[in-house]
C-alpha cells in the first residue's frame, strides 16, 4: 500500500527534522532511552540512502519540554552521531514549533531541496498553545511542504494533536503511528526516517510506502506503555 505524496521543492538536499517530547514522562518505562537507541540504530541506514543521492542529507533535531532547544542543527549524516537526549519539565510542544519556524523563515529563505521530512515524537498532552506554534510552522513554505510524520510514544498520547500536525495531506490516508512498546517505537522511527526520505529522494508515481502493520513479540521484561 501507498499513500501520495506533493511533489519536490528541487533537487538538492534532503532536510530531516526529528521534533522530540523530552518531557519529564519521557522519562519513565525506558521511553528515552529507547528512542536514543532508535533513532542511533537509525543513522547507518539513513548514511546508505545519502550515498544513493546526488545531494547530502542533513540532520536536525529540536526537544521540547520547558520550553524548547536545538539539540542539531544541519549536520551532515556523513558526520553525524546522536547524542542521548534530556528529559526533565513539561511538554511546550507549541514552543518547539515556534523555533522550528523562525529557524525556516530565517536560515531557509531561498533554499532549494528535496521535500522535507518532519518526524514528530511524544508520550502526552502540550502544556501550552500548540494551535499557534503549528499554525506559524504551516505558514513557512518549507513547513507547509513537508512531510509530516507523528509517531505517539504510549497510549496517553493525544492522537488529535498529533493528526493536526500531520494535517490534511496525503487526502487523510495517513493517520499517527501508535507505539505500545519499544519494539514498536523501534521499528516506526526506522521506517520514518528511511523509507519516507527514500520516498522524498526517490519518488514513485508520488507516494509514499505506508508502514508495516507491526505485531511485536514482546519480550517477558518488555511491558507495554
Aim: charged residues 25%; negative net charge.
Amino acid at each position: 500500500m501507498s499513500i501520495e505524496r506533493e511533489g519536490k521543492m528541487g533537487a538538492r538536499d534532503l532536510h530531516l527534522f526529528f521534533l522530540i517530547d523530552a518531557s519529564d514522562s519521557m522519562s519513565y518505562g525506558g521511553k528515552a532511552e529507547t528512542l536514543n537507541n532508535a533513532i542511533r540504530e537509525s543513522i547507518p541506514h539513513i548514511k546508505e540512502i545519502a550515498k544513493e543521492t546526488e545531494g547530502t542529507i542533513k540532520i536536525h533535531a529540536l526537544s521540547f519540554s520547558t520550553g524548547a532547544r536545538w539539540i542539531v542543527r544541519n549536520v551532515d549524516v556523513k558526520d553525524f552521531s546522536w547524542e542521548n537526549i534530556v528529559t526533565k519539565g513539561v511538554t511546550d510542544m507549541g514552543r518547539g514549533f515556534e523555533i522550528l519556524a523562525e529557524k525556516l523563515d530565517t536560515e531557509f529563505q531561498g533554499a532549494r531541496g528535496y521535500q522535507p521530512v518532519m518526524i514528530l515524537l511524544s508520550d502526552g498532552l502540550p502544556t501550552d498553545d500548540y494551535e499557534q506554534g503549528l499554525k506559524k510552522l504551516k505558514q513557512t513554505k518549507w513547513g507547509s511542504k513537508a512531510i509530516r510524520i507523528s509517531i505517539a510514544i504510549g497510549s496517553e498520547t493525544d492522537m488529535d494533536v498529533l493528526q493536526d500536525f500531520i494535517g490534511d495531506s496525503f487526502r487523510g490516508e495517513l493517520k499517527p503511528l501508535l507505539a505500545k512498546n519499544a519494539s514498536d517505537l523501534k521499528n516506526y522511527i526506522r521506517w520514518a526516517s528511511t523509507t519516507v526520505s527514500t520516498a522524498s529522494i526517490n519518488p514513485v508515481k508520488n507516494t509514499i510506502p505506508l508502514p508495516p502493520t507491526l505485531e511485536s513479540e514482546i519480550n517477558v521484561e518488555e511491558l507495554d506503555w
